[in-house]
């Protein structure tokens, strides 16, 4: 298994351009998200989705869309790219059953630069 | 709502001990546990569940106080590779993780 997987790795922008981060797990877990992080801030949550089709905004949605059509991938939006939306970009995916709560698992992060 | 971490950092000897805190204002599920070290995704210690369930790969221990909604990491003899930042993310029925902002630890030889 790949686990979660994220692309890309770096990426530097400018003001007011849009683009997708991708993110994928091959480990068949309902539950993904989306978290940035800032110096000092700690891991904030921007969407997560429970499954297919279903998504909610967490701490700080502004600024970010999210879709989920499948259970393996979970793509961030950024609509019009902000300097404040400089950060690292990690996405993660956990598995839920009736019996047990699984571990959280991070993808390798994106760092996003906005000029 | 963020859950609050204590302390900030901690500098630690090999060797020595440290205890990191994290409380939240609402009611829990679970918490969980993370390291991340420089330039890395953070990695998994463990998961304390309501009720007392713990699950977690190494040989770290931690506390739920479910009615205090507090949790607490011990970290015992501590080596080098427990240098990193640690995070606590709650879980509140039917939400994502949501993270604290971090204990920094530092282990020196």
């Known amino acids: 298994n790949a686990g979660v997987t994220q692309t890309p790795k770096f990426q530097v922008l400018k003001t007011g351009q849009s683009m997708t981060l991708q993110c994928a797990q091959d480990?068949?877990?309902?539950?993904m998200s989306w978290y940035r992080q800032d110096p000092g801030m700690g891991l904030r949550l921007i969407h997560y989705s429970v499954g297919a089709g279903i998504t909610d905004q967490g701490e700080v949605p502004n600024g970010y869309n999210v879709s989920r059509s499948t259970t393996e991938d979970f793509p961030l939006r950024l609509l019009s790219a902000a300097p404040s939306q400089t950060s690292v970009y990690f996405c993660?995916?956990?598995?839920?059953?009736?019996?047990?709560?699984?571990?959280?698992?991070f993808g390798p992060g994106t760092r996003l630069t906005v000029l | 709502q963020q859950p609050v971490q204590s302390p900030q950092a901690v500098i630690l000897r090999e060797g020595e001990d440290a205890v990191i805190n994290c409380s939240s204002s609402k009611a829990l599920y679970s918490v969980h546990w993370y390291r991340q070290k420089h330039g890395e995704a953070p990695v998994f210690l463990m998961i304390?569940?309501?009720?007392?369930e713990q699950k977690g790969h190494e040989k770290i221990s931690a506390s739920f106080n479910e009615k205090k909604q507090q949790s607490s990491l011990y970290l015992t003899a501590s080596q080098l590779s427990y240098s990193g930042t640690y995070f606590c993310?709650?879980?509140?029925?039917?939400?994502?993780?949501?993270f604290g902002k971090g204990t920094t630890l530092s282990v020196s030889s």
């Open positions: 480990m068949n877990h309902e539950y």
């Open positions: 993660a995916s956990i598995g839920t059953s009736q019996h047990s709560y699984n571990e959280q698992f």
């Open positions: 993310g709650t879980e509140q029925a039917g939400t994502a993780l949501i």
């Open positions: 304390l569940l309501k009720g007392g």
